[in-house]
């Protein structure tokens, strides 16, 4: 079956920098890759996914990209902002089982004032 | 219909008891999921339903875990005697087959304490 590896599992930033979180799977049949964040006590909500048929894409300050031939894929945040401390889950499906999700093991962004 | 609900938010049961929770999804997605989520740890896959038919379950869902959908609309998960290891939060998500993305919504969860 699919494994997701995620990377870093914490990762403190300046407000205003960048942070960038890494991804690598396993299953070369996965096709789509989300990406959610979760805050304390809340539900993970999407925040940006990719289809392997993109290498990027882009919403604001959120940007993902894809390599398939590594089998990896990565979230780029700019100009990070203290409402964006929270945990990130990287996940990736093919489609099967209804597309089930498997997910990362996390990143825990911590962006400091 | 503003989302994915689930019942309760919290549950604390002693070991051996049963519990049951529910999920009702937005009401136009035909799949329904549910996961486990440990502290500190990405959600693990259960078992899906398309409408009424569970198609898939994980090998993470003993004997002692049941799941029904029911005329294809609110889902319930069961656990018969619970045990410590059971302690967790239990997601459940929704989407609809064929839509153009994959769009998944998740639940806000149930955390469940087993003491």
């Known amino acids: 079956g699919e494994n997701v590896e995620q990377h870093p599992s914490t990762l403190s930033v300046q407000e205003g920098d960048s942070a960038v979180i890494k991804c690598t799977y396993s299953d070369s049949a996965s096709n789509y890759f989300p990406w959610y964040k979760q805050e304390l006590g809340k539900r993970p909500q999407l925040i940006i996914d990719i289809r392997s048929n993109v290498g990027e894409k882009k919403d604001q300050r959120i940007a993902v990209t894809l390599n398939k031939t590594a089998k990896h894929f990565s979230l780029h945040i700019t100009e990070t902002q203290p409402e964006d401390s929270a945990v990130y889950f990287c996940?990736?499906?093919?489609?099967?089982?209804?597309?089930?999700?498997?997910f990362g093991g996390g990143t825990r962004l911590m962006v400091k004032p | 219909d503003t989302g994915v609900s689930q019942d309760p938010r919290h549950k604390i049961t002693k070991r051996g008891q049963n519990v049951t929770f529910r999920c009702d999804p937005i009401?136009?997605?035909?799949?329904l999921y549910w996961y486990r989520q440990t502290l500190g740890q990405g959600p693990e896959f259960l078992t899906y339903?398309?409408?009424?038919?569970?198609?898939?379950k994980s090998r993470l869902l003993s004997d002692r875990f049941s799941a029904e959908r029911p005329k294809g609309s609110f889902s319930t998960l069961e656990i018969q005697r619970t045990e410590q290891g059971d302690s967790a939060m239990y997601l459940c998500?929704?989407?609809?087959?064929?839509?153009?993305?994959?769009?998944?919504?998740f639940g806000s969860g149930t955390r469940l304490t087993v003491v």
């Open positions: 998500a929704s989407s609809v087959l064929g839509a153009s993305g994959y769009g998944y919504t």
């Open positions: 996940a990736a499906t093919s489609g099967g089982a209804g597309n089930m999700l498997t």
């Open positions: 009401s136009e997605h035909n799949r």
């Open positions: 339903f398309q409408n009424e038919a569970q198609l898939e």
